[in-house]
């Protein structure tokens, strides 16, 4: 029998347009919309663009980045967070994240990070020991607006997990 049962609750706010964003939530919003436009996604058509706001207000961008061996290439929030770490590692803290994808010739839509992504992005999280919020767009149009990437992958592993005690 089970010792126990419980439910785990995810929270976030659902806005109806860009227009209910701080302006530099706006600017995170628009350079991850812009950003696709340099994606490099010639296999799957799917253009993810990346924007990490840092606390001066500068934006740093990632894009998807794919390769004929399919497996080498890599999504949009890890060029960003990898970029930003490898090119500016003074950088201060991230104080928001925003992502966008459209397909080729077509209209923005969802864009959910995959599971390796949410891996990478908590450890960003927890290193920095502060929250970054997160801007997604909904299936719906709408957007989402989580307070910390914490709340994208409960059960995550961590480096805690590696010392075994
Ligand atoms: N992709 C991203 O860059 N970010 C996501 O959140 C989902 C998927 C990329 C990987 C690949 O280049 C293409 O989108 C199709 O999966």
Known sequence: MARNSRQQLITYEEL??????????????????????????????????????????????????????????LCAERTALFGLAAGQPAHGPIVGMAVAARPSGGDFGPAFPCGACRQVMLEYESRQGQPIPLLLPGRDGTILRFQSLAALMPFSFSADDLRSE
């Open 16 to 73: 109806d347009s860009a227009t209910d964003l701080t302006g530099p939530e706006q600017a995170a919003w628009q350079a991850a919309r812009e950003a696709t436009a340099d994606a490099y996604a010639p296999y799957s058509g799917f253009h993810v663009g990346a924007a990490l706001l840092l606390a001066d207000g500068s934006i740093f961008r990632g894009t998807n980045q794919e390769n004929a061996a399919y497996p080498s290439g």
